[in-house]
């Protein structure tokens, strides 16, 4: 039997279940570190993505600051905010909201430079103040993007909180680590199931959700991908 | 926006990314592979852990190998013994320094421990057929069960088996594995009862995470090596194991057929002189003054005459 079956019947097989190692605990805290960093990296980079992209200030320095910090390895940094805040979970989870951020910010700010720069000036002619317009033309218009910023981050969180369990703070990294340490392959194969599992989980529904928040009358003006039917029935000869 | 010229290009930029990936796949040999003796200077794998203690005497032996004119293929910081015990015993490595209680342990899950002479007596015959372990050193590393100092006076924590006395839960804190090592929490409980209030994994060994959790009181019981200069520098107190919950862990080199008496000779000239002092003054070089295994290796050698 494959190795990668193991895996699969590891996953499946219920003496793995239960207590404070058992898989649906751990795919629980796995799913609420993934949750909560996402949160608080939305509230850190979305307002600012936002202030970025309306007034068109400090651009350059948020990409270059958003390439710099997608360059960090997220397990060095963890282990040195884990040596100044100590063992647990706050270490991971500052850890993973900068690797979060860039995603986030990107997404805010460029949502809101793909907004038509007419329909702006429209709203700023018809008398809307510069929050009314924030709210009401480019947050809506700018959501695609953003939504597909989210997305990349959730995937880029629910892989990298694998890491959280190296300093005791929970996760599906668990079974990875000791998997192994102690050359249990089906083990460490079975926490690589899980996290492709809760990947897979997050690209569905954020499809839902991107179908369900963008307004009609974003998909509504998208242009419709119609191919040229020819007015003829049949290939006319000469 | 994307046009089919800027389609193709990353189209081609995947096929050369993806076909450098494949071929390096191919290329790559097997990094355990053994050097291939060319005649008279034989080539000596010599492997170590992942742990800069155990890489720090592989290079102290590497560089007396050397010295005595042998060629080292050096692979070092391979992994846990898991990973590294069936390279041996297929002999793709040579030499391997290792800790003659936990390889005890490890090969004979009856070993019934006693004193150092003892165990290696015991490793000696449980050793896989191809392999031979050699003179064992002064110097040992032990596992350990340690706590801070305040929890020791707190608690009138003496020995292992004091930990009955706490009233608190206690958090172990340590490597993944340690839950399955049979001086782990289970063993705490089976033998003295000692009931543990869970694992805080922190994958580095004893090292500064798992001190500097333990002097916080975030854990309240960790596997910390004696030969670790942490514990002298924090005041930490080894919980002492009259009843040899762990095995004494003396350094002593594990070879293949390969090695010869000649080279044999060397690797027990060097362990005659590695005495437990000295192994806890070199890890205090690479811990406290960020020196290098090799510089390390090497002003130790000389310190003790032994390279020529």
């Excluded at chain 1, 940094?77 to 909201?97: R, S």
């Excluded at chain 1, 218009?141 to 597909?148: A, E, F, H, V």
């Excluded at chain 2, 031979?132 to 110097?139: E, F, P, Q, S, Y």
Aim: overall charge positive; hydrophobic content about 45%.
């Amino acid at each position: 039997m494959n190795i990668f079956m193991q895996g699969i019947l590891w996953v499946l097989e219920p003496a793995h279940y239960g207590g404070v190692d058992g898989i649906e605990t751990r795919v629980g805290q796995h799913l609420l570190i993934s949750i909560g960093v996402l949160a608080v990296a939305s509230i850190i980079a979305i307002p600012l993505g936002y202030v970025i992209g309306h007034t068109g200030r400090g651009r350059s320095l948020a990409i270059g600051a958003s390439g710099a910090i997608r360059a960090l390895p997220t397990l060095g940094l963890l282990i040195i905010i884990a040596l100044v805040v100590n063992v647990g979970l706050l270490a991971p989870f500052i850890a993973l909201v900068v690797l979060a951020i860039p995603s986030i910010l990107a997404g805010a700010y460029s949502g809101f430079e793909a907004v038509d720069r007419r329909g702006i000036d429209a709203a700023r002619a018809v008398g809307m103040t510069e929050l009314q317009i924030v709210g009401r033309v480019e947050m809506p218009l700018g959501l695609p993007l953003l939504i597909g910023g989210l997305r990349t981050a959730s995937l880029q969180v629910i892989a990298t909180a694998t890491l959280a369990d190296y300093v005791g703070g929970g996760g599906v990294g668990h079974f990875i680590f000791l998997g192994l340490k102690t050359n249990d392959y089906p083990q460490m194969l079975a926490g690589s199931i899980l996290v492709i599992l809760l990947a897979i989980l997050s690209e569905v529904l954020f499809s839902v959700v991107q179908r369900l928040v963008i307004p009609a009358g974003v998909t509504a003006a998208r242009p419709q991908d119609v191919r040229v039917r020819s007015t003829r029935s049949r290939a006319a000869l000469g | 926006m994307f046009t089919a010229r800027k389609g193709r290009l990353v189209a081609l930029g995947a096929v050369v990314v993806g076909a450098a990936i494949a071929l390096s796949g191919c290329a790559s040999s097997n990094p355990i592979s053994g050097g291939s003796g060319s005649g008279a200077k034989t080539t000596l794998v010599v492997g170590s852990q992942d742990y800069y203690s155990n890489e720090i005497v592989a290079e102290i032996y590497s560089q007396a190998l050397e010295n005595g004119g042998f060629t080292i293929d050096r692979q070092f910081k391979i992994g846990q013994r898991e990973v590294y015990l069936p390279e041996l015993e297929s002999g793709k490595i040579d030499v391997f320094p290792e800790y003659i209680g936990s390889l005890d342990q490890a090969l004979n899950k009856k070993a019934a421990g006693g004193s150092a002479a003892d165990v290696a007596k015991d490793l000696a015959s449980v050793l896989p057929t191809g392999l031979r372990v050699l003179d064992r050193a002064g110097a040992a590393d032990q596992n350990s069960w340690t706590v801070t100092s305040a929890f020791a006076k707190k608690y009138e924590l003496t020995d292992i088996a004091s930990l009955k006395k706490v009233t608190e839960p206690i958090l172990v804190g340590g490597n993944s594995e340690l839950a399955t090592r049979p001086y782990g929490p289970d063993a705490l409980k089976a033998k003295y009862g000692v009931t543990t209030a869970g694992l805080t994994a922190i994958e580095d060994s004893g090292g500064p995470l798992t001190v500097k959790a333990l002097l916080d009181n975030k854990i309240q019981l960790a596997n910390i090596y004696t030969a670790s200069p942490l514990i002298k520098t924090d005041n930490l107190v080894v919980l002492k194991d009259p009843d040899n919950l762990f095995f004494p862990d003396n350094v002593a080199p594990i070879v293949s057929k390969k090695v010869t008496t000649k080279a044999a000779d060397i690797l027990n000239r060097v362990n005659a002189k590695l005495s437990r002092s000295d192994l806890v003054s070199l890890n205090s070089e690479s811990v406290t003054d960020q020196k290098s295994a090799p510089a390390i290796a090497k002003a130790w050698l000389t310190k003790n005459g032994l390279l020529k």
